[in-house]
């Protein structure tokens, strides 16, 4: 919709926890709201076609609450007519004479100022510009007409007439008698005098009475005795009420009572006029779409109770990028209207004509109260994609079940030292609670302890681990005494078993990645390696499956593979794979997020963020994908691979085969090439070995065990590990 521009910068608010900001990537991606002058005409008729208008509101309901309108806009031209071609007559009572026909001259008419001054406000109208130089500007340009007179009353019956017509402009107009064209025939024509009615749906003010005039060649257009009106009777959509009218302040809602984001999502309007019933129709039809799409997870449904509506403009009020509509699960009081608008580098989106509404008879919580049972499901995505349940654990204050074990041995020192009997008797104990004393995670801190009582249950079972608390007693035989000995020892309190698995963790430790949670039928497995800027932080097969991913810069949204209309089934994703890997591993990530794409811009894994110039990469069996990582779907046994400054780099090493065995002293040859072009690398290094011109390295194992190499290269990302059994 616009150009390039920085990253966002949020407007001052006061301090609390806002959910929400303005979706500048929805408003840049939206069409321009144009409209098309037939200036040379004596009128002209604008017509809203409210029922695809309607339309386009019931489609923008979407499964993360966050669509763009489909609604085609005008192409914003001036109509032309051949050079020297009459133009239509102006009222001749009001034209100047030849000495004085310019535009200066017609600008300084105090004939003009006196009749815009005098002019009678109409009834149901108030007076928002008197006697301008400058024509309005503003949203929603429904046509014209010209008038025989300066009648305010006239004028206010046709907006009376027009459906969306919330404002009218009413002024005198210079134009020439003749088309100037664009050659020397004509290029300075004498003028005619029209008096103008335009029609607006949308706020007319003296910060958008700026249009003076324009250049036809050489015949200069000019405005003069400019006066607005405006219905200050807001249309209420039906079954709604009017709550409040912030003006030119939007809602910065902050988590209600129970920490719950409150918050359903945004679009925008950018054809027509503007009209509370587009984002009425939006929220009912959001609702629906929420019920008639349950949340995986068993989140209830968020039900919109609530919208805020306004006209966002960019740098200046005459410069309206469409209707804005927020919706909300519950009803906030004008004191939350705080948010008069954001930048993103140089250029300020700015709110005006700013209403709110709530659906009539709500049973929302207040936000004083706040929602329990949203709150209690929306901290269980927090604990999990952070991985806190070890916080919960010690939350609920559970400790692993004990069992005691007593062992008799007896034993002759006369004769070789031999076990003569062993009994162990195993005593049962429940999960006992124990007092704990730790601090919240951040992420937590907004939930009321309730809530993260019973958004803790949902991770936290009984412990099957086993504490062994054992006592020895010794009876030492000899032919004429016998002495009683009695120690108590504390046997190993952790069982730790062998490292085994099949996927590796950055620090060296092994898991299963095929038993990652996978909670739907739709499980694939596939393979995944997470290459960061130092090290690798996974590598191996990981299950996974489409479901709700939440980072810290961009939210919660669903994440399937059909964002964006991708793919038409949902299906494993390679950031449901980071998800899950994630989780076993123990590591988070970050991303924004944008309702353009409706995807993710993975912008942290682990340790490793993005800079200025070194960004995370996205490729599915060595080529970058084509999409971001929520809408490209991945097959059972791809190879998908994340990596840092992917950008940058100028070789994707790959190491075949994956898996050697090898006899002690035995020698093996590998190849190193890049994996997205399937060339030889040569300069790789490879256990302290160098690939030649062919990307062949030999490699000699003097002793047994097993081993994982990985080959590296300057300005490469380095490859997939070998694992190599020399025996």
């Keep these: ?67 763009i309108t489909d609604v085609a806009s005008a192409s914003g031209k001036v109509k032309r007519d051949a050079s020297c071609t009459a133009l239509p007559t102006g009222v001749a009572k009001y034209a100047l004479t030849s000495s004085r026909d310019n535009a200066a001259s017609f600008r300084a008419n105090p004939t003009f ?52 017509c919330q404002a009218f402009n009413i002024y005198f107009e210079r134009d020439p008698s003749v088309d100037p064209g664009t050659g020397n025939d004509c290029p300075n024509p004498k003028s005619v005098t029209h008096i103008k009615c335009a029609l607006w749906g949308g706020p007319l003010n003296k910060d958008n009475a700026v249009n003076t005039g324009q250049l036809r060649n ?118 939350y209207a705080m948010n008069t608008g954001q930048y993103r580098g140089n250029d300020r989106y700015f709110v005006a004509y700013s209403y709110t509404f709530a659906i009539k008879n709500s049973v929302a919580p207040a936000p004083s109260v706040g929602d329990k049972k ?180 961009g939210g919660t949204h669903f994440c399937d593979g059909t964002n964006n209309n991708a793919n038409p089934n949902p299906g494993g994703t390679p950031t449901t794979g980071l998800d899950s890997s994630g989780a076993l591993c123990g590591f988070g990530f970050d991303g924004t997020y944008s309702s353009s794409f409706q995807d993710f811009f993975i912008t942290s894994i682990g340790d490793t963020a993005q800079t200025n110039t070194q960004f995370w990469g996205l490729l599915d069996n060595y080529q970058f994908t084509p999409t971001g990582g929520c809408q490209f779907e991945v097959w059972n046994g791809d190879e998908v691979l994340w990596a840092f400054d992917a950008f940058n780099a100028n070789a994707f090493l790959k190491v075949t085969p994956p898996t050697a065995q090898i006899a002690v002293g035995g020698t093996f040859t590998f190849t190193v090439i890049d994996g997205m072009s399937g060339n030889p690398i040569a300069g790789a290094s490879f256990n302290g070995a160098t690939s030649d011109s062919n990307g062949q390295v030999q490699l000699s194992f003097p002793t047994a065990g097993t081993f994982r190499y990985k080959a590296t290269r300057a300005s490469s990302i380095r490859s997939n590990g070998v694992i190599i059994t020399v025996s």
């Design 218 to 335: 050489k015949f200069e257009v000019a405005v003069a005795g400019s006066n607005a009106y405006q219905n200050p009777n807001l249309k209420i959509p039906d079954g709604f009420t009017l709550t409040g009218v912030p003006e030119k302040a939007a809602i910065n809602a902050p988590y209600d009572k129970q920490g719950y984001n409150t918050y359903m999502g945004a679009t925008i309007f950018t054809a027509g006029a503007f009209d509370a019933q587009l984002c009425a129709t939006y929220c009912k039809s959001q609702t629906q779409y929420n019920i008639d799409h349950p949340a995986k997870d068993g989140s209830p449904p968020k039900v919109c109770n609530f919208f805020n509506t306004y006209i966002l403009y960019l740098n200046s009020a005459s410069n309206p990028q469409g209707q804005y509509c927020s919706l909300y699960t519950e009803v906030w009081d004008q004191s």
């Design 1 to 67: 919709m616009r150009c390039n521009f920085a990253l966002p910068v949020l407007a001052a608010v006061a301090a609390m926890a806002a959910p929400q900001i303005m979706d500048l990537d929805m408003v840049i991606a939206a069409p321009d709201p144009t409209y098309t002058i037939a200036s040379d005409a004596t009128a002209q008729v604008v017509t809203i076609n409210t029922a695809a208008l309607i339309a386009s509101a019931s489609k923008a309901a979407s499964s993360i609450s966050i669509a």
């Design 374 to 553: 949203g709150a209690v499901y929306q901290a269980a995505v927090d604990i999990r994609y952070a991985t806190l349940q070890p916080f919960c654990s010690a939350l609920l204050g559970y400790s692993a079940p004990v069992a005691t074990a007593v062992v008799y041995s007896t034993t002759t020192p006369v004769v070789t030292s031999t076990v003569i009997a062993t009994n162990t008797v195993t005593v049962s104990q429940a999960a006992a609670k124990r007092a704990v004393s730790q601090s919240t995670p951040n992420v937590l801190t907004k939930y009321p302890a309730t809530v993260l009582s019973s958004a803790c249950s949902m991770f936290v079972t009984q412990a099957t681990g086993t504490s062994i608390v054992g006592t020895v007693t010794s009876v030492s035989t000899a032919p004429t005494t016998t002495t009683l000995v009695t120690s108590t020892t504390a046997i190993t309190s952790t069982i730790k078993a062998t490292p085994s698995g099949n996927a590796y963790c950055e620090d060296g430790s092994m898991v299963y990645g095929n038993s990652a949670i996978c909670d739907s039928p739709l499980c694939i497995i596939f393979n995944m390696r997470i290459e960061g800027a130092e090290s690798t932080i996974y590598e191996g097969p990981i299950r996974t499956d489409p479901r709700m991913i939440t980072t810290p810069s």
């Design 113 to 164: 100022s006196s009749i815009a001054v005098s002019a009678p406000t109409p009834k149901g109208y108030v007076n928002t510009v008197k006697n301008s130089g400058g024509a309005n500007d503003g949203y929603g340009f429904l046509g014209f007409s010209n008038l025989n007179d300066y009648d305010t009353k006239k004028c206010a019956a046709n907006c009376d007439a027009t459906t969306g």
